[in-house]
């Protein structure tokens, strides 16, 4: 693994080949665009989602991480989520995420690359693919 350093986030890159072993530990809440799910692992934070209902958060952490062992972790990441939801809520506020991203080093590649997009701006594929060096 090894990190990279963006404006906003750190990127704590897993080798694809070496899955999680550390349990998830996960807490839900809100923030201005809806109901929050925010999960970490051992090395950072390892999910965001986000849906209109809180009922629909567990189900996509589960399918992200298949078989891994979900604690609920309200009380311990009550922090957490606050930065987060203030990351979302006030994109242009000081503060930085530690992120645990897995993927294929292309995939890899794609995230930096997002998180080079300043925060209310938009690019395209094209932009994104000639960012990282793979225009085709």
Known sequence: MHDTQHPS???LRRNAARPLTSAIEFTTGT???GDLLV???GDGLCAIFMDDTMA???PQLA???PGRLLMDASAAMAGTLAQVAKFIDEPHADGRLALSIGGTPFQQL???ALCD???GATT???ALAQAIGAPD
């Open 9 to 11: 986030v750190s990127l």
């Open 31 to 33: 923030c201005s665009h």
């Open 39 to 41: 999960a970490r692992n």
């Open 56 to 58: 629909g958060l567990a």
């Open 63 to 65: 399918a992200a991480f």
């Open 110 to 112: 794609v995230w930096a």
């Open 117 to 119: 997009v300043p925060a």
């Open 124 to 126: 395209t594929y094209a």
